[in-house]
């Protein structure tokens, strides 16, 4: 089973959670064993899982600025500009599995599903399969 999910984001940089969209899809599917594969075919967003909460949302966008700052001379800005944002991206990852057990995500009490935009704002949209086993 397979599903768009369309995000429209409204900053250079920022995290969203999808949780709840992804629960939806996965109540729609109506698997109740399996995996849940969510990915993005772009390459200057993310897909990540963690706490949900504001203090770590900025550090999170700290800890991008320190580990990948701007004005380093990147190749690809000759061409495109975003060097940063790719190279983010590629630190983040472009997917995340999680199992599905009746008929649930199996995430722990504080995890949750965050789209990370990393070169906004843009219409952005990630894919949902569903995989019964
Ligand atoms: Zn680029």
Redesign the pocket.
């Known amino acids: 089973m397979g599903n768009v999910l369309d995000i429209q984001t409204t900053t250079r940089t920022e995290l969203i959670d999808i949780t709840e969209r992804i629960r939806a899809a996965v109540r729609d599917s109506g698997v109740k064993e399996g995996l849940c594969a969510i990915t993005t075919r772009h390459?200057?967003c993310s897909i990540i899982i963690n706490e949900n909460e504001r203090g770590l949302r900025t550090d999170i966008l700290g800890m991008l600025e320190k580990l990948i700052p701007h004005d380093q001379n990147y190749a690809?800005d000759q061409?495109?500009?975003?060097?940063v944002?790719?190279l983010r991206a590629i630190l983040l990852g472009m997917s995340e599995i999680i199992p599905i057990e009746d008929g649930h995500l199996v995430l722990g009490k504080w995890q949750s599903i965050l789209f990370v935009e990393l070169?906004g704002p843009r219409n952005r949209s990630i894919n949902i399969k569903i995989l019964e086993s």
């Open positions: 390459t200057t690809h061409i495109d500009n975003n060097a944002s790719h070169d």
